[in-house]
């Protein structure tokens, strides 16, 4: 059966990119993740909201932003030009985070239909295989950028913003005229950052036990070949 390193820098690639774009839309589609924060946040008492209020801005707010709905609007809560115009910008950075997602997966499956019906081995690099490396690569990544979060998570924060949102100001709410920021406080995109640090590594540590149980250590490999 022929080898192919190709194929294993494909699926490690893919592999990869799947968990990393299906971790950040956990957040983003999980919405009992936010409203089991409302209490803990104090969000009634500090807006005058009601709960249902501040379900329903958050849901509209987030429906936008996903595409399900073409104009923006969050409940009771008026919105200036600006802050629609941050949350376009969103928008656009959750749905290339959900067509990335789409392509992982797809390109997964296409490499593993690939395999078998050209009957090819995923060639070891360095004796690993491309499960080792899409998830030790991607959470060696994150845990040092989760470590740096963890150290200063406002600068954290605020170059988060640059490097996503280059050259505008528009993420700087004012809340007299986008009050809907104090229904978002930063602690809250701080478990939002938790979260998805969470599921990636436990994503990678799986990926990273079953390439163990597919390409065995040598002493692993002698020990199956005695029994």
């Not at 957040?27 to 009992?32: A, E, G, K, N, T």
Request: proline share 4%; with cysteine; hydrophobic share 50%.
């Amino acid at each position: 059966m022929k080898e192919s390193k190709l194929l294993t820098v494909l699926l490690a690639i893919a592999a990869a990119l799947t968990i990393l774009a299906g971790s950040i839309a956990v957040p983003i589609l999980c919405r009992p993740f936010y409203y089991a924060q409302i209490d803990s946040l104090n969000l009634v008492e500090d807006t005058g909201l009601t709960e249902d209020e501040i379900k329903t801005a958050y849901n509209e707010m987030v429906d936008f932003c996903i595409g399900a709905q073409d104009d923006f609007s969050v409940g009771v809560l008026p919105w200036s030009e600006s802050g629609e115009s941050h949350f376009e910008d969103v928008k656009v950075l959750f749905i290339l985070d959900f067509v990335l997602l789409g392509c992982g997966a797809a390109a997964v499956v296409v490499i593993l239909i690939i395999k078998r019906l050209l009957h090819i081995k995923f060639s070891p690099i360095l004796r690993r295989g491309p499960g080792f490396w899409g998830g030790a690569v991607l959470g060696v990544a994150f845990l040092v950028i989760g470590g740096y979060a963890a150290t200063d998570f406002d600068r954290f924060f605020t170059v988060f913003h640059h490097v996503f949102f280059p050259g505008k100001g528009n993420w700087l709410f004012d809340p007299a005229t986008d009050p809907v920021i104090e229904l978002l406080p930063e602690v809250f995109f701080r478990n939002c950052a938790i979260l998805i640090v969470v599921i990636l590594i436990a994503a990678c540590v799986i990926l990273i036990l079953t390439d163990f149980r597919i390409f065995p250590t040598k002493s692993r490999q002698k020990k199956i070949e005695e029994q």
